[in-house]
């Protein structure tokens, strides 16, 4: 055999040992698993590092286990970075859901996930992404659909998105999909654009009214409790007035009950003290006094004397 032949021979036998090099030896990166089947079974699985597989017999699958992944409902990313630029366009069918309310909303949303069973990924539902999408869209339009707009568009976001995951997650779970659900993010929720402005302004009708409530409940907290603390006082006085009142009379009541007693013992002597008594308080305020016998004579020299002495 000349040179040329023992080149093309060496050539091809080394050519051969190169191809068989490359089929055998594979490297799993470290937030990698590899998955290896024999004729189509699944044989083992294999961990990160140099790893060795029986060349043209088995298959070799790597599977991001460690690395979490997205789906963007609603949106797209177009250019990622600090200042990421996103595009709707032909996510329009998938964003647009009718409301409990039947109202329309246009929800976009990201389901954040985790590849945690890589032989179910990979061999138990043909194209897993697609089903997790098609999951994420069904339980985002069943949660959707049981809520009311101002629910999906202010309030209600962090439970739809919570109710949304379990969905998701428990659905996952029965298709077996090898997938764990780990955050559901509603990105934005608005009206569609044909009836945006008028939603604003129904939006800003609601907040004014909002605002008159708040102020005139601000103008109730002043008022009323202002008259229920003057209303009270007058109660307050009027129970005391009526007290001292009460008080008074069960007073004035002894007294002339103690005036009885000692009257029943002697009513002679009892009614005498008492005429003099109120004789003695009415005189001194009774002024000119003129005192007669009982014939009345000599009175007219006596009324003569006093107005003479007033002279």
């Known amino acids: 055999m000349d040179k040329n032949g023992l080149y093309l021979k060496y050539g091809a036998i080394a050519l051969l040992v190169l191809i068989l090099l490359v089929t055998t030896l594979f490297q799993i990166q470290p937030e990698e698993v590899g998955v290896i089947t024999r004729f189509g079974k699944y044989v083992r699985k294999v961990e990160p590092g140099l ?42 069918d998938e964003s647009l859901m009718l409301t409990g309310d039947l109202n329309l909303a246009d929800v976009e949303w990201v389901v954040q996930y985790r590849i945690e069973d890589p032989y179910s990924f990979l061999f138990r539902v043909r194209e897993p992404v697609v089903a997790l999408r ?28 919570s109710s949304v995951q379990q969905k998701i997650q428990q659905l996952c779970t029965e298709y077996s999909l090898g997938i764990r659900i780990e955050q559901v993010v509603l990105q934005d929720v608005n009206p569609p654009d044909p009836v945006k402005d008028a939603f604003n ?18 103008e ?9 603390g003057q209303a009270e006082e007058t109660v307050q006085r009027a129970e005391g007035y009526a007290t001292e009142r009460v008080n008074n009379a069960l007073g004035e009541a002894s007294r002339f009950n103690a005036l009885y007693t ?15 008594e109120t004789m ?17 004579n000599n009175l007219l020299p006596l009324l003569q004397m006093q107005l003479n002495s007033k002279k």
Do not use: H, W
């Open 262 to 276: 000692e009257y029943v013992k002697a009513p002679e002597v009892t009614k005498r003290r008492l005429y003099l």
């Open 280 to 296: 003695t308080d009415i005189i001194p305020r009774a002024g000119n006094k003129v005192i007669t016998d009982e014939s009345g």
């Open 201 to 218: 302004d129904v939006n800003q009708a609601q907040q004014e009214r909002e605002t008159l409530i708040n102020q005139a409940r601000s």
């Open 134 to 161: 098609d999951i994420s869209e069904a339980s985002m339009r069943e949660i959707v659909g049981d809520r009311t707009v101002n629910e999906v568009l202010t309030v209600g976001r962090a439970d739809i998105a």
């Open 51 to 92: 790893n060795l597989k029986v060349p043209l017999i088995e298959r070799l699958y790597k599977v991001a286990v460690e690395r979490q992944q997205k789906e963007e409902f609603g949106f797209r990313t177009t250019a990622p970075g600090v200042r990421s630029e996103y595009t709707k366009e032909g996510t329009v």
């Open 220 to 228: 109730y907290n002043k008022v009323i409790p202002k008259a229920k």
